[in-house]
């Protein structure tokens, strides 16, 4: 809904891989990829290491309730 009111162009996605490893959205827009976690309580989480072993560019985020407003 953010990207549409701001009149940006992206497309979502998700990643689950057959191990269960899952990347809860991907955002690809002009091109580039970004990646969001998303977690009620706030916790350093490591990027699935099969995900970033073939998607090395790809920017990673997690979001928790201590920065949500930052992300919307």
């Given at each position: 809904k953010s990207s549409n009111n701001k009149r940006e162009i992206s497309q979502f996605y998700f990643w689950r891989n057959y191990a269960g490893n899952?990347?809860?959205l991907?955002?690809?827009k002009n091109g580039h990829l970004r990646a969001y976690e998303f977690k009620w309580k706030a916790k350093e989480l490591k990027i699935p290491i099969?995900?970033?072993k073939n998607y090395?560019?790809?920017d990673y985020c997690?979001?928790?309730r201590n920065n949500i407003?930052?992300?919307l």
């Open positions: 899952e990347i809860d991907l955002e690809e099969s995900f970033s090395p560019q790809v997690v979001v928790s407003i930052d992300f």
